[in-house]
């Protein structure tokens, strides 16, 4: 199939999507059960988080082996049946690469522990200081220091996000042959693209030189919440981001000019500039930064983004991950930034149950098992509620998910639930399908205003034709509305439910 521009992508988080096992996780199996709904709901592309066998330490970012299913998740069998079935459906299957690092059971960093130096060069290990103290100031980003020692190599290695996630060494020849290897494997089976894991992150400085402290503005602006040390430092030598764009050309070189290609840009530094670098010709298609989930897709974010890019093309849209807590309220705000997403041009992710309006869940301390909640519990905003497992039916048992226990507590309230799935999902297939059969998301923007919470935005869509969008975020009636009938209207929605100022209503100008 030909590579899309602007897709509407459904992010599935597989271990949380449907299982068919009873095991209380979910599967491939699963995912293929559910994509008639995905199907249904008239996007391009499904993304797949992590797949691969992993420990899950880190949810499956932590992979063993990057060239096979885990178990848990089904068989190669499973796998290829999942991309004829998508492809039946007319849907791109674009695969997660986490080519950042390893698990820490990797055999190529078993092999490096048990003194194979060729494998050691996989990764960044490093002698003591005299003092026996680790050799520079570097911290990973979720806050420990970003050295491990190893009494068996008696050395220090590198690791940009948990100890049991080595950080590998890309520019070694042999790792980048083995990338290219794997990537092509997944192509060769029909996979339309790949989501880059932390792209941002891929080179460091080889000097070692210890990263200067932040500055108050960069403080503010490093990825992680203020309590979190990694935001005391100015990441200029553990991270190189601006040479990480050049090496997004090995990236294109590796999955084929017809793959499409997105990254995680984790630094929120200079966020908007860095996923324009990194989207030049012959690098990735979009990169997506945290800006729009942070703020909740808040009008000055919007405007914010539209001065500082040349095309939102570029730049991927979503409000909330696997990583970021659920945006939604279950409240007139839902439909609302449902429109504005569909409205605004480029590439659209929507997370699994968003079109559910699924609000972020809580959850009691002794279920969570991801490292970086438990770190600063209760504090952080936390990763495991956005996992929660999908409520598929709102009246079966264990909502349909599993004939099992879920491996998280699942208690969404089933009256919301089943108002949303009457009326939000509906609205999500009728915006997704405006969105692609008017032209919005290959659109460009002609102007943005914002006045306090109203975006006032107008676009010139790829079918020729103008359209004017106004998106009230809690602002109160709009001022000056278009007359003539609206194309699209959010406030249909919800009517039992306090507006309280939320608008969202798309115009032909
Ligand atoms: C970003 C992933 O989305 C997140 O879940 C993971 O912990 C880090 N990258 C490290 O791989």
């Given at each position: 199939?030909?590579?899309?521009?602007?897709?509407a992508?459904?992010?599935?988080?597989?271990?949380?999507f449907?299982?068919?096992?009873?095991?209380?996780?979910?599967?491939?199996?699963?995912?293929?059960?559910?994509?008639?709904?995905?199907?249904?709901?008239?996007?391009?592309?499904?993304?797949?988080?992590?797949?691969?066998?992993?420990?899950?330490?880190?949810?499956?970012?932590?992979?063993?082996?990057?060239?096979?299913?885990?178990?848990?998740?089904?068989?190669?069998?499973?796998?290829?049946?999942?991309?004829?079935?998508?492809?039946?459906?007319?849907?791109?299957v674009?695969?997660?690469?986490?080519?950042?690092h390893?698990?820490?059971?990797?055999?190529?960093?078993?092999a490096?522990?048990?003194?194979?130096?060729?494998?050691?060069?996989?990764?960044?290990?490093?002698?003591?200081?005299?003092?026996?103290?680790?050799?520079?100031?570097?911290?990973?980003?979720f806050?420990?220091?970003?050295w491990?020692?190893?009494?068996?190599?008696?050395?220090?290695?590198?690791?940009?996000?948990?100890?049991?996630?080595?950080?590998?060494?890309?520019?070694?020849?042999?790792?980048?042959?083995?990338?290219?290897?794997?990537?092509?494997?997944?192509?060769?089976?029909?996979?339309?693209?790949?989501?880059?894991?932390?792209?941002?992150?891929?080179?460091?400085?080889?000097?070692?030189?210890?990263n200067?402290?932040?500055?108050?503005?960069?403080?503010?602006?490093?990825?992680?919440?203020?309590?979190?040390?990694?935001?005391y430092?100015?990441?200029?030598?553990?991270?190189?981001?601006?040479?990480?764009?050049?090496?997004?050309?090995?990236?294109?070189?590796?999955?084929?000019?017809?793959?499409?290609?997105?990254?995680?840009?984790?630094?929120?530094?200079?966020?908007?500039?860095?996923?324009?670098?990194?989207?030049?010709?012959?690098?990735?298609d979009?990169?997506?930064?945290?800006?729009?989930?942070?703020?909740?897709?808040?009008?000055?974010?919007?405007?914010?983004?539209?001065?500082r890019?040349?095309?939102?093309?570029?730049?991927?849209?979503?409000?909330?991950?696997?990583?970021?807590?659920?945006?939604?309220?279950?409240?007139?705000?839902?439909?609302?930034?449902?429109?504005?997403?569909?409205?605004?041009?480029g590439p659209?992710i929507?997370?699994?149950?968003?079109?559910?309006?699924?609000?972020?869940?809580?959850?009691?301390?002794?279920?969570?098992?991801?490292?970086?909640?438990?770190?600063?519990?209760?504090?952080g905003?936390?990763?495991?509620?956005?996992?929660?497992?999908?409520?598929?039916?709102?009246?079966?048992?264990?909502?349909?998910?599993?004939?099992?226990?879920?491996?998280?507590?699942?208690?969404?309230?089933?009256a919301?639930?089943?108002?949303?799935?009457?009326?939000?999902?509906?609205?999500?297939r009728?915006?997704?399908?405006?969105?692609?059969?008017?032209?919005?998301?290959?659109?460009?923007?002609?102007?943005?205003t914002?006045?306090?919470?109203?975006?006032?935005?107008?676009?010139?869509a790829?079918n020729?034709?103008?359209?004017?969008?106004?998106?009230?975020?809690?602002?109160?009636?709009?001022?000056?509305?278009?007359?003539?009938?609206?194309?699209?209207?959010?406030?249909?929605?919800?009517?039992?439910?306090?507006?309280?100022?939320?608008?969202?209503?798309?115009?032909?100008?």
């Open positions: 199939m030909a590579r899309s521009s602007a897709p992508i459904y992010q599935i988080y597989p271990r949380s449907q299982d068919t096992t009873g095991s209380g996780v979910g599967d491939l199996q699963g995912i293929i059960r559910r994509l008639d709904h995905v199907a249904g709901l008239g996007v391009d592309a499904i993304w797949l988080s992590p797949i691969y066998v992993s420990p899950m330490v880190d949810g499956g970012y932590d992979v063993v082996d990057h060239t096979a299913i885990d178990p848990r998740f089904g068989t190669m069998a499973d796998f290829e049946a999942l991309i004829e079935k998508a492809h039946g459906l007319g849907l791109h674009y695969l997660d690469q986490v080519l950042n390893t698990s820490d059971q990797a055999p190529w960093f078993q490096a522990i048990d003194g194979d130096d060729e494998k050691a060069d996989y990764y960044l290990w490093r002698d003591p200081r005299p003092d026996g103290g680790p050799p520079n100031n570097w911290l990973a980003q806050g420990l220091p970003a491990k020692w190893n009494h068996k190599r008696r050395q220090y290695y590198f690791h940009q996000f948990l100890p049991e996630q080595p950080s590998l060494n890309l520019r070694c020849g042999s790792v980048q042959n083995l990338i290219a290897a794997q990537m092509k494997g997944w192509r060769d089976l029909g996979v339309d693209g790949f989501r880059f894991d932390v792209v941002t992150a891929f080179l460091w400085d080889e000097s070692l030189k210890d200067p402290p932040a500055t108050p503005e960069v403080h503010r602006k490093v990825a992680g919440e203020v309590f979190n040390p990694y935001t430092q100015d990441h200029v030598y553990d991270m190189l981001p601006g040479d990480g764009a050049t090496y997004a050309e090995n990236l294109r070189k590796w999955a084929g000019d017809d793959a499409y290609l997105f990254g995680e840009n984790t630094s929120g530094n200079s966020s908007i500039e860095l996923a324009m670098a990194f989207t030049e010709p012959g690098r990735l979009s990169v997506y930064t945290t800006d729009l989930p942070e703020n909740r897709g808040n009008p000055a974010t919007v405007k914010d983004m539209v001065d890019s040349d095309s939102l093309q570029r730049i991927a849209g979503w409000l909330s991950s696997h990583d970021q807590p659920r945006h939604g309220r279950g409240d007139a705000s839902d439909p609302v930034l449902a429109l504005q997403m569909a409205f605004l041009p659209w929507i997370y699994q149950g968003e079109e559910y309006g699924l609000p972020q869940p809580d959850l009691a301390r002794e279920d969570v098992s991801d490292p970086l909640d438990l770190l600063y519990w209760p504090d905003p936390g990763r495991e509620g956005a996992r929660v497992p999908m409520p598929w039916d709102a009246v079966a048992d264990g909502y349909a998910f599993t004939a099992g226990t879920p491996w998280l507590p699942m208690n969404w309230d089933r919301d639930l089943q108002r949303a799935q009457a009326q939000l999902s509906p609205f999500y009728q915006i997704v399908g405006l969105r692609r059969d008017l032209g919005w998301g290959t659109a460009k923007v002609t102007e943005c914002v006045i306090g919470d109203l975006l006032d935005l107008t676009i010139c790829t020729g034709y103008t359209y004017r969008g106004l998106f009230s975020h809690g602002a109160g009636d709009f001022r000056d509305p278009p007359t003539g009938d609206p194309v699209v209207t959010a406030n249909v929605l919800c009517p039992n439910l306090v507006s309280k100022g939320w608008y969202g209503t798309v115009w032909k100008a």
